[in-house]
């Protein structure tokens, strides 16, 4: 482990990396998720076909092959793209499409009464919404998100067939050089390791927080 040791900055760059993948990636599928939600469940006929459509689409094939056709495929019809950016945009839309099926659960566990009563006092269907049903439906969203989020740190590996500097890529470019596997990737299974039960830490405490709001 002492090349671990010896090597510790370069791995915590891919580290950050990592990282900064991982809350950007869920910031914009955060964004998508929610409006596909609510065009699933408000849009208009084509609106709710085509909101269904991406969320079949996305779920029914690989993130890995997601990652490849935006990366590589994209060139054959003039679209290129940097690799970081590519894996930003990959990475959000897959998060988006699992997403918007969590928030569409939540919203649909809030009792239609309270919608009604919303109604009764004169709100719009959008204020309706902001105001009554999406904070309720977002405490309620919080468990499964946070099992999205910690999921998308460690798919954030995948982006490495596309060169980008996360942590795998970072072990794999010292393996090469020192021709030893087990001690790079021991440590950054550890790492991964922290950082997933790190971020498990806050979303639960954000979790008790949003709880006593209620």
Do not use: C
Request: net charge positive.
């Amino acid at each position: 482990m002492q090349l671990v040791f010896d090597n510790l900055p370069f791995l915590l760059k891919g580290a950050g990396y990592t990282l900064l993948l991982t809350i950007v990636s869920m910031f914009f599928g955060l964004i998508i998720g929610l409006v596909v939600a609510v065009a699933r469940l408000k849009g208009n006929l084509p609106i709710r076909w085509i909101a269904r459509f991406y969320v079949s689409i996305i779920r029914g094939t690989p993130l890995l092959v997601q990652i490849v056709i935006i990366y590589y495929g994209l060139v054959d019809y003039g679209i290129t793209l940097g690799s970081l950016t590519a894996a930003y945009i990959a990475l959000s839309v897959n998060a988006g499409a699992y997403l918007s099926e969590t928030f569409r659960g939540a919203i649909l566990s809030v009792p239609k009464g309270q919608l009604e009563a919303a109604y009764s006092t004169g709100m719009t269907p959008w204020q309706a919404m902001r105001r009554i049903v999406l904070p309720q439906a977002m405490r309620i969203a919080i468990p499964p998100m946070g099992n999205t989020f910690i999921g998308m740190l460690k798919e954030t590996s995948l982006v490495s067939v596309i060169t980008v500097s996360e942590l795998l890529r970072q072990a794999q470019l010292l393996i090469a050089q020192y021709y030893q596997y087990m001690p790079f990737y021991l440590g950054i299974g550890i790492m991964y390791w922290i950082m997933s039960t790190g971020l498990a830490f806050i979303l639960e405490r954000f979790e008790r927080r949003l709880a006593k709001a209620y």
